[in-house]
């Protein structure tokens, strides 16, 4: 038997915004500390891009989950399960599932052959300077695709906190939420980022843990009392079916099938979780690190099931869409629902945690891109001292922080863990094809690297523009604009496809030889690991 309950009220939030600030600002004043502690030790690029190579693989596969557990994870997923169900909870799978490509293909092979960044990969056979400035672009626009993600996820948490339903009020949250990410990483460099990373994970993953045993203790530690009960709310039988968001038309069908290719293929591509293998000593330990990931990462997904409709049976899906930031609010009204304003005041700190945590992660993988990528090794080809390399890192910062704030602006009340979609199918076009032949394929060229990171990034991008998600449709960015020629909203079953061809046709038809010695050692060190501690210690 279901214990049903009444509706949140979402004007009753406003009461709480004294006691949310506070705990708001208890922990940026905690984890600020930290990061300042941390950034003692900053004293080379190594220090700065990789964290001094300190962390165990326990240590590094905590802050993966924490830096991969995003407001996408937390705030988008929980929601889409509350609003759609079942196809909400794809999501979950395919994020989880898209961990093992990253294990079996990518994890041990670049901490074995790379230094800072995945262009230190792809360029140790290949020509330098243009694919290392192909890898430093594709790597800034797949930082910013997510760092929308999680700008729009921000501007959702605290407008709802505050009860800010106005445009003004919520960009203004966006540019408090972007400074304070600029400090993050301009004191603390990736040892700082790491700790915010690891303890936003054991409060998030804890944070969940409790809703979901408080969730099933309401329905008697039955689920199917609680999807009884989230069906019952909503007046959708169809809740627990497939096609609800995916399945009602052909091209929807399609757009599923590009979204599970774009998450399952885009997570070993990721600029931000790529680098985390190079903060650990040794490939073994990038090997746990991941195995370590897995564990955590699917353990809170089983919980965004009970979370999601918890939040349909508990909050309602009405509720969920009227309030401010529409489906993103369901974790933090089934939060407020539980506990009331103290477990909403630690939830909502915990999901900014992550937003902080991750955008941190993000910023300093695009500033070493651009500083190690292209500013050391193209423009001072490769003279640049390590204080001048991390003084240009830190500016970069700046830059991407401002451009974050305002691509967050535009992009305030999307859904997040969508956005973050889009991400995914940009960093599998742009990078993976690029990554698995530099690995695997011995006649892969510097033109067939070229080919492939420009035509994925670029198809990806065009597609995205002419797609519903900019134009053409009610939720879309640009409302009353309609150019939307490309029906499908995720482009990865079209971009993918089309980088790895590329790719090959690039490689086939091109008449220059790579050097056959370089490409060899590459592969013995990828797979054994000989020479690699050498190459990254320095």
Known sequence: MTLMVPAVNVADLKDTTLLNMGIFALFVAITMVIVVKASKNNKTAADYYAAGRSFTGSQNGTAIAGDYLSAASFLGITGAI?????????????????????????????????????????????????????????????????????????????????????WGGQALVIVVVGALMIMYVLIGGMKG???????????????????????????????????GGAVETSGNPNLLNPG????????????????????????????????????????KEARKSVVWSI???????????????????????????AAPGGVNSAAPLLAFHLGGPLLLGFISAVAFATILAVVAGLTITAAASFAHDIYASVI????????????????????????????????????????????????????????????????????????????????????????????????????????????????????????????WLGSVLDKKLEDTTKQAEMEVRSLTGVGAEKATDH
């Open 380 to 503: 001072a080809k490769g003279k640049a001292d390590a204080a001048t390399e991390v003084k240009v890192a830190r500016r970069t910062v700046v830059v991407i922080g401002l451009l974050a704030i305002v691509g967050g602006i535009f992009a305030n009340g999307q859904n997040v863990a969508f956005l973050v979609a889009l991400a995914f199918a940009v960093a599998a076009s742009a990078n993976l094809p690029t990554i698995v032949y530099s690995l695997f394929w011995r006649k892969f060229t510097t033109q067939g690297a070229i080919w492939s990171m420009y035509g994925g990034l670029g198809s990806a991008i065009i597609l995205i523009a002419l797609s519903p998600v900019v134009s053409g449709a009610k939720t879309s960015m640009i409302p009353g604009a309609n150019f939307a020629i490309f029906p499908l909203s995720n482009p990865g079953i079209v971009s993918i496809p089309l980088a790895f061809l590329l790719g």
């Open 82 to 166: 509350a609003i759609n169900g079942y196809d909400g909870f794809m999501y979950s799978i395919g994020f989880l599932v898209a961990w093992l490509v990253a294990l079996l293909l990518v994890a041990e092979l670049l901490r074995n052959t790379g230094k800072f960044t995945m262009a230190d990969v792809l360029s140790f056979r290949l020509k330098q300077r243009p694919v290392r400035i192909a890898a430093a672009i594709s790597t800034l626009v797949v930082c910013f695709f997510y760092l929308l993600a999680q700008m729009a996820g921000a501007g959702t948490l605290i407008s709802l906190l505050l009860g800010i339903s106005d």
């Open 295 to 321: 564990w955590l990462i699917g353990v809170f997904y089983l919980f965004t099931l009970v979370l999601g409709f918890g939040a349909a049976a508990l909050v309602g899906a009405d509720t969920i869409k």
């Open 244 to 283: 609800l968001q995916y399945g009602k038309t052909e091209t929807s069908k399609i757009d599923f099938m590009s979204l599970a290719l774009a998450l399952v293929l885009g997570t070993a591509a990721l600029p931000h979780v790529l680098m985390r293998f190079y903060t650990v000593p040794t490939a």
């Open 193 to 227: 980022t790491t700790w915010v990373q690891i303890i936003k994970a054991v409060l998030l993953i804890a944070g969940a843990a409790v809703m979901t045993l408080w969730v099933l203790a309401i329905f008697g530690f039955n689920l199917s009392a609680l999807l």
